[in-house]
């Protein structure tokens, strides 16, 4: 079998290039050495690395199954076929495309797909959880559509769907989207539904983050109120980098034209593939308590930072991050991550609604819970990473690094990431 696979042959990597087979190694060594708690990260499973490292990377298959510009797509088309129909099926999907290239691609081919250049989005702003793609001036999405930003409430640190209204009544836009990168909470699609219908306008769910507790049913799914949904398949999900978009069969065309050729050439076959993979270990009932697990453990994790002095933004979380105020505990997010990082703990600051500091320094940390779980770590555990958290950021003078570092090696020996068989 492995001489017919050819499949990931790290040997023969190591006798080619020894210099990047030893960053490979490296890497491996990482993941598994410390605590990973960056909220869009996980572990992918080895049946999905062995897709993404086949031979599929080397075809050529510009269009879609049955209607290729190339030859030879045979075996291809049965991938992308049975990825599709996977996808479809997960999440109740009239239409899927999983040819984006990342989740940005995946934003930029809806947009294509609805918008001119000059015509108005809404999106939630970047420094109230939004994600660069939903408007902001840095990218495409700001720099050619008119974006218009809505955010949270002051108060209550959850969207505010008042204002979103507001904002929908007074600029018209065609397009609007919910969804963001430092969203805690369960978004009301319901809402938004309503607010895009009253004044005619397309609802676009950007599930980048969260779609994988869609997928393992632990969160309600964005699927029957919106018009498109966009996604990663790298975060929660937990399969190859990359990105897909479901879609009402009315869009199909428009959102296949706009993937292929508006914003891409080429499909990656081997990470469709990969898709494919990870779409199946999505469907089956150990993806689903894993997911019910993630949301847990943030719950968890969150509660036990709350003993150690934090506070969560909009109160705790329903998903697998939490967003926390480093403040009460006296540092600034830069300060919090840079601690974590030389204790083995890999989190990032991230700027909290009305951050009076800028985002380089920001007046939060975001954690997620994705990895930890996908190494089989439950609540008790997640006490045990919040008071290393703590121990951490308060460790001024770098004095008991040593000490956090020495048990979080304790606590990822006894749950390891890519356990050796
Ligand atoms: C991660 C993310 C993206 C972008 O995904 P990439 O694969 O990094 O391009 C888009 N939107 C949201 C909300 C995200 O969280």
């Not at 490296?26 to 572990?43: D, P, V």
């Not at 009076?356 to 439950?378: D, E, F, K, W, Y």
Request: hydrophobic content about 40%.
């Amino acid at each position: 079998m492995r001489e017919t696979f050819w499949g990931p042959d790290f040997d023969a990597l190591a006798a080619q290039d020894p210099e990047i087979a030893g960053i490979v190694l490296g890497e491996l060594q990482r993941q598994r050495g410390g605590l990973q708690l960056i909220a869009s990260e996980n572990f992918t499973s080895p049946a999905v690395l062995a897709a993404l490292g086949s031979t599929l990377s080397n075809k050529y298959a510009e269009g879609y199954p049955g209607r290729r510009y190339y030859g030879g797509c045979a075996e291809v088309d049965r991938a992308e076929e049975i990825g599709i129909a996977r996808a479809k099926e997960l999440f109740g999907a009239e239409h899927a495309n999983l040819q984006p290239h990342s989740g940005a691609s995946a934003n930029f081919a809806a947009y294509g797909a609805f918008l001119q250049p000059g015509d108005t989005l809404l999106g939630m702003a970047l420094p109230h959880g939004g994600h660069l793609t939903h408007g902001t001036r840095v990218s495409f999405s700001g720099r050619w559509y008119n974006a218009v930003a809505y955010g949270v409430h002051p108060q209550t640190e959850h969207i505010d769907y008042d204002q979103v209204r507001d904002l929908a009544r007074r600029h018209r836009p065609k397009l609007i989207v919910a969804g963001g990168s430092a969203v805690p909470r369960l978004i009301d699609f319901a809402v938004f539904r309503e607010i895009a219908d009253e004044i005619g306008a397309l609802l676009m769910v950007d599930a980048a983050h969260f779609i994988g507790l869609v997928a393992g049913q632990a969160i309600p799914s964005p699927v029957p109120y919106a018009d498109v949904v966009t996604m990663t398949t790298h975060k929660v999900l937990r399969g190859p980098r990359g990105g897909a978009i479901l879609c009402r069969a009315e869009h199909a065309k428009a959102i296949d034209k706009a993937v292929f050729p508006f914003t891409q050439g080429g499909p990656m076959m081997h990470a469709i593939a990969a898709k494919a993979v990870n779409l199946l270990e999505c469907s089956r009932p150990a993806y689903q308590a894993y997911a019910r697990q993630v949301v847990l453990n943030a719950q968890a994790l969150t509660e036990g930072l709350v003993a150690e002095g934090f506070r969560p933004v909009t109160g705790g979380t329903d998903t697998h991050l939490a967003l926390l105020d480093t403040r009460p505990v006296g540092v600034t997010g830069v300060e919090a991550e840079a601690r974590c990082d030389a204790a083995g703990i890999v989190l990032n600051k991230n700027a909290i609604p009305f951050d009076p500091q800028p985002p380089s320094v920001a007046s939060g940390i975001r954690v997620g819970t994705p990895s930890l779980t996908t190494q089989g770590m439950s609540e008790p555990e997640m006490k045990d990473v919040a008071s290393l958290i703590g121990a951490a950021v308060r460790d001024e003078d770098g004095s008991a690094a040593g000490e956090v570092r020495a048990a979080v090696a304790e606590l990822v020996g006894r749950h390891p990431a890519y356990p050796r068989p």
